[in-house]
């Protein structure tokens, strides 16, 4: 059996025998398989009216607190989203009732984000199917791959510079 990555590694190998491919066996699998795995997800999310990155901040917040609150800093450092991308979606979620914003309690120029009744709702909501499209996504893989999987990929990301404090 073979996929798309079998098919361009037999081709540079061919075209250009002196160079060595293999990374491209890892890593251009990783790219095809987050492709893959980004549309799934994204088909879910607009079932329930979202992106990934709105998904993402409702997570957060939803996973952060008892609050499900977290200053704008402290949402970009716990999430996925981007700082410049962060206003704008904080933005986009109030406008549509899904988070509050309100001046902190301890910092005067500080700003709180939470997640609204609506919000939680929302993420409570949209959690279960996004955990069984990751479900069906792993489903080729018995626990002991998955296991093996993440360790791997939790390597490659600690060497990269990828570690919490």
Do not use: Y
Not at 111 to 131: F, K, N, Y
């Amino acid at each position: 059996m073979a996929d798309h990555v079998d098919l361009v590694l037999a081709q540079w190998s061919e075209q250009r025998p002196d160079l060595d491919a293999s990374p491209m066996a890892v890593l251009g699998r990783l790219k095809r398989l987050a492709q893959l795995v980004d549309t799934e997800l994204r088909r879910n999310f607009a079932a329930h009216d979202l992106d990934s990155a709105s998904f993402d901040v409702l997570a957060t917040l939803r996973r952060s607190n008892s609050e499900h609150s977290l200053t704008p800093a402290g949402l970009m450092r716990s999430s996925m989203v981007t700082s410049g991308a962060i206003t704008q979606r904080l933005d986009r979620l109030e406008a549509r009732g899904l988070v509050s914003r309100r001046p902190s309690e301890t910092d005067g120029r500080g700003v709180q984000v939470s997640l609204t009744e609506a919000g939680l709702r929302l993420i409570d909501a949209v959690l279960p199917t996004h955990l069984a499209t990751e479900e069906k996504l792993l489903a080729a893989l018995c626990p002991a791959e998955r296991e093996a999987l993440a360790g791997t990929l939790r390597t490659v990301l600690e060497s990269l510079g990828d570690k919490t404090d």
